[in-house]
């Protein structure tokens, strides 16, 4: 009887285990940057500008399946008014433009959407006013987001801002617009293109009593 000649993995069985658990590792990791970046994305809130909707060292999610879908039919991500999006800081002491400055510290921030292009924000007298033409008397967004006094923007909007809004750009701010307590639209920051939008906020994760979606 002719006899059978043995495979590699048959005479070194630990061959097969390694190239297996090779493959799951490949696997989990191409997985995970895959998700990363086209489905969800994780960040730790830095700071007191998003109180009180969002405190210091919350983890949220972020949703970047609505903005990969869009990239993939070849449109910008347009988010809505009033959401909480992640994008990416510009440079330093230069215009926001869509590339991204990895040397910058706070690389990604956390804002809520206000207004868009051609839209008129005005900040005067403590109160954030958006005019467009569907309202040329102006009207106030923080009305639809502020469920409460702990939840939604603060009241009061320090600074002064008579502005349109540019083509290709949003209006963003913080939600605790006292003093300067958020750099945003209104401070420094200026508006910011669609093209740095990571996406919106879906799920705070963390702290685990305080779990909510947006």
């Known amino acids: ?8 993995f048959e005479r070194h069985p630990i061959i097969k285990d390694i190239l297996s658990l090779i493959t799951f590792v490949v696997a989990i990791v191409v997985g995970t940057m895959t998700i990363n970046a086209f489905v969800f994305r994780s960040y730790n809130v830095v700071g007191v500008s998003m109180e009180n909707t969002l405190h210091n060292n919350d983890r949220v999610i972020v949703n970047r399946l609505a903005v990969s879908l869009a990239h993939f039919k070849g449109e910008e991500y347009v988010p ?9 800081n510009g440079e330093a002491n230069g215009p926001l433009t869509c590339g991204i400055d990895t040397t910058i510290r706070d690389q ?3 804002k809520r959407v206000i207004a868009f292009p051609g839209e008129r924000v005005i900040v005067k ?12 008397e102006g009207f106030h967004p923080d009305d639809e987001t502020r469920k409460s006094d702990t939840d939604g923007p603060k009241k009061d909007t320090s600074g002064e801002v ?5 083509e290709g750009e949003i209006f963003v701010a913080g939600d605790n617009r006292e003093g300067t307590h958020s750099y945003d639209s209104r401070y420094g920051l200026g508006t910011v ?8 906020v879906a799920l705070r994760l963390f702290p685990f009593n305080h779990l909510r979606t947006f």
């Open 80 to 88: 809505e008014r009033g959401q909480v999006i992640v994008f990416a």
């Open 125 to 136: 007298d403590g109160e954030l006013t958006v005019i467009n033409d569907e309202h040329p």
């Open 1 to 8: 009887m002719e006899k059978k000649e043995l495979t590699i």
């Open 162 to 166: 008579d502005m349109i809004v540019p």
């Open 108 to 110: 990604y921030i956390i």
């Open 193 to 200: 293109p669609y093209c740095r939008i990571i996406g919106p």
